[in-house]
Nanobody, 124 residues
Framework: QVQLVESGGGLVQAGGSLSPPCAASGRTFGPYYMGWFRQAPEKEREFVAR????????LYADSVEGRFTISRDTSKNTIYLQMTSLKPEDTAVYFC?????????????????WGQGTQVTVSS
């Protein structure tokens, strides 16, 4: 099992940037994928981005493509979500997640480990 801790959320004006990190500990070996999801009030949790821990290959939701970048630092067991050109509709709790598998997925149900989440609020 992997333990995940997000940080670095906050309040930012539209057009601004944030780069919350997610630190992983515990069973941080073997093939797995790391992902970011978000959940706005009264909405379902939705996929934002994922990265293969070994391959570094990435995938993004259409709504963030070109604005967000997911990356990982294997020496620190940490992933990052660099968010730029933020919009009010990006306001949500952002969750880091891990999936121990050889294949990637964009479904929250496919990820077995979750962080506690970090609030991102974008004001207009």
């Amino acid at each position: 099992q992997v333990q995940l801790v997000e940080s670095g959320g906050g309040l930012v004006q539209a057009g601004g940037s944030l780069s919350p990190p997610c630190a992983a500990s515990g069973r941080t070996f073997g093939p797995y994928y790391m992902g970011w999801f978000r959940q706005a009030p009264e909405k379902e949790r939705e996929f934002v981005a994922r990265i293969g821990w070994s391959s570094g290959r990435t995938l993004y939701a259409d709504s963030v493509e070109g604005r967000f970048t997911i990356s990982r630092d294997t020496s620190k067991n940490t992933i990052y979500l660099q968010m730029t050109s933020l919009k009010p509709e990006d306001t949500a709790v952002y969750f880091c997640a891990a999936r121990a598998a050889l294949s990637g997925s964009s479904s929250p149900a496919a990820f077995g480990s979750w962080g506690q989440g970090t609030q991102v609020t974008v004001s207009s």
